[in-house]
């Protein structure tokens, strides 16, 4: 009867790779260090990116968004975003701009004022976004 061996190290690279690719991204104690820059006048503006999602064809109609970090997943939104060439899972949404928002929110947590943005945004609102997320969990869409 022949040997079998097992390659567990593919395996085991395999189960890593997805865990990265699935892990959601924990932004607390970087919003809670944006909101002090800003309440200290750090920051002055929050501008959206000249860079825009990429083109939507035909081919890709469906899950293409026109908005950066977002794509369809069935009838949802999802957010993503890349950290250290690895895509984060933001979470899934039922609308594409609240998807958006998420995705901005991620993006100024991780990547400060340099980061790539849908939409632009004042100190203040932005202040009143992370605010809202650190007291509720949750992200403000309006």
Do not use: H
Request: proline share 1%; aromatic share 12%; charged share 30%.
């Amino acid at each position: 009867m022949p040997e079998i061996r097992y390659e567990m190290k593919d395996e085991k690279s395999a189960s890593t790779k997805n865990k990265n690719l699935s892990q959601k991204l924990d932004i607390k104690q970087k919003l809670i260090s944006l909101r002090w820059r800003i309440l200290n006048q750090y920051v002055s503006v929050f501008v959206s990116s000249k860079k825009k999602a990429k083109s939507v064809t035909k081919k890709n109609l469906k899950r293409r968004s026109k908005y950066i970090g977002v794509s369809k997943n069935n009838a949802n939104w999802q957010a993503l975003i890349n950290v250290n060439q690895i895509k984060k899972y933001i979470g899934t949404f039922t609308d594409e701009l609240q998807a958006a928002r998420a995705y901005d929110l991620y993006s100024v947590a991780m990547k400060g004022e340099e980061a790539s943005l849908n939409f632009d945004y004042t100190p203040s609102d932005m202040l009143e976004r992370i605010q809202y997320f650190l007291e509720y969990d949750y992200i403000k869409y309006d």
